[in-house]
């Protein structure tokens, strides 16, 4: 018999997945190069360790501007001026929310989160929460001037900037549209040596089919609001098909036969390998009552989450160390009406995440869960009537929190929270060409001064991938490695909001 060398296994696939990202030659997206971190913190941590990621991503691409509101007296004139009857009124509702970090922002700059966040404003203010200015995807550092020139080759762009499809699966899988395999689902793969029984339950999503968890060999295994989904034909934990249960004794015994034609073999491991993860699965997340109240009035976002925290909570019984989870929300695409339907989206946004934080603490791993927001690109600063139109960076959040009481003090936590993380752009629409407004492309859309491979080094080391792996997982990290461009802004390896 041929034995599999597991190490020799997740090795190879590290190898031949690094090949594959350095001949795409675009940049990594945000959602993180998960394959091959996942590879090398699974092989770093220890047996009883555990650590997740969330990846919260907003279809339809998340208007900036009005989640987190420009708050200083000079640029908030400068952002109503800008935005005209979509600006958000400088009153006593947008104080309540104001984002007041530990360590000032330079030139007297402060923001407030959109008036509906009063949840994700007092996480903020709680030290579990930080704010990502400014991220998107870059393959090397840029600016508006390189942005326009028509040398590629020496100032490359991420392909098929501001198109829902392409940028969605570019930020999922660093592809555009078509694109088949996704960096959760990367994860995956390079899990499987050692734990293949696990490796099911470690790409788990809960928003339907996403090309983030996609993988060559692992499988991205979708579960719903309810719990995993059941065959119910063969199912055992159903009595009868068609009120019979003879036909559910001939329906069971024909997916258990083994077949002469080999695709109805594979048809059929594939249904036992269904059946057998729902019922690990239902063992697994146990009674949908939690330790906190979820919303449940309007908010699928919230009833996501909650299913990731049952799923979490049964960690033990899936036997995995490291999972990537993948939830999501749409209606972010306010070309129109984004003055009325932008605030409730991000009311459920915040309460969902808010629940979610809560219930972490409760199960008192805080300190081993992160949730991150994603979106197809940011929009534009200006106005095209009560709507903004496709853009490109966009300011984003980090949650986590400290781990359980130990003595007389708390945990290590897992964000540096209370703080703001890069460069905050200068509020303009781009359209002169002051050294200060080199930062945008034409209509207010925002060119990233923080890159994605910044981003995912800095979760990937907390996920537990050693630094010397790093070059290896994120082939665009070597141009921002420590450096400060002629520009003057810094791409520092680590961007620092992770311990």
Not at 127 to 145: D, E, F, H, S
Not at 308 to 335: E, N, P
Request: proline share 5%; net charge neutral; aromatic share 8%.
């Amino acid at each position: 018999m041929h034995l599999i060398d597991p190490a020799r296994h997740t090795r190879r696939a590290f190898l031949r997945r690094s090949g594959q990202l350095a001949m795409a030659g675009t940049a990594l997206p945000f959602a993180l190069n998960l394959a091959a971190m996942g590879e090398a913190a699974a092989q770093a941590a220890p047996g009883d360790d555990y650590k997740a990621l969330v990846c919260v991503f907003l279809f339809g691409g998340n208007d900036y501007a009005n989640t987190l509101v420009n708050f200083d007296t000079d640029s908030y004139n400068k952002y109503s001026t800008i935005r005209g009857g979509i600006a958000l009124p400088y009153d006593a509702e947008l104080a309540k929310t104001e984002l007041k970090p530990d360590v000032a922002l330079a030139n007297g700059r402060k923001y407030a989160l959109n008036p509906t966040m009063g949840g994700l404003a007092t996480l903020f203010d709680q030290g579990k929460m930080a704010v990502q200015l400014n991220v998107g995807p870059l393959i090397k550092p840029l600016t508006r001037a390189q942005f326009n020139s028509t040398n590629r080759r020496d100032f490359p762009i991420p392909p098929k900037l501001f198109s829902h499809n392409d940028q969605q699966s570019i930020w999922q899988s660093s592809s555009p549209e078509g694109s088949t395999i996704g960096w959760g689902g990367n994860l995956g793969d390079l899990m499987l040596g050692g734990q293949r029984n696990a490796s099911l339950f470690t790409c788990i999503s809960v928003a339907g089919n996403a090309v983030f968890l996609s993988g060559d060999e692992a499988l991205q295994y979708q579960v719903g609001t309810g719990g995993a989904v059941r065959i119910n034909s063969v199912s055992p934990a159903t009595g009868s098909v068609y009120g019979s249960s003879a036909v559910k004794a001939a329906m069971q015994q024909i997916a258990q036969q083994a077949r002469g034609h080999t695709l109805e073999n594979e048809y059929n491991k594939v249904t036992l390998r269904a059946v057998e993860a729902e019922g690990r699965i239902t063992s697994a997340i146990q009674s949908d009552v939690m330790d906190v109240t979820f919303p449940t009035t309007n908010n699928n976002l919230a009833a996501q989450l909650k299913m990731v925290a049952r799923l979490i909570r049964g960690r033990a019984s899936l036997g995995v160390k490291r999972q990537v989870f993948f939830v999501s929300m749409g209606g972010y695409d306010l070309h129109d009406d984004l003055d009325t339907k932008q605030g409730p989206l991000m009311q459920r946004l915040s309460d969902a995440l808010v629940a979610f934080q809560a219930q972490m603490e409760a199960l008192q791993i805080a300190d081993k869960v992160v949730a991150f927001t994603a979106s197809d690109f940011g929009r534009t600063l200006s106005s095209n009537g009560n709507g903004s139109d496709h853009g490109w960076g966009s300011h984003h959040f980090v949650i986590g929190g400290t781990g359980p009481d130990k003595g007389s003090g708390k945990g290590p936590g897992a964000v540096k929270g209370k703080a703001f993380y890069g460069t905050p752009p200068p509020v303009s629409v781009g359209n002169t060409s002051a050294d200060d407004d080199q930062w945008h492309v034409g209509q207010g859309r925002l060119l990233p001064t923080t890159s994605v491979d910044q981003y995912a080094a800095t979760l990937a080391k907390w996920f537990g991938v050693p630094d010397s792996d790093l070059n290896g997982i994120l082939p665009n990290l070597k141009n921002f490695n420590n450096i400060t461009a002629p520009s003057g802004i810094s791409y520092p390896r680590d961007m620092g909001f992770m311990t």
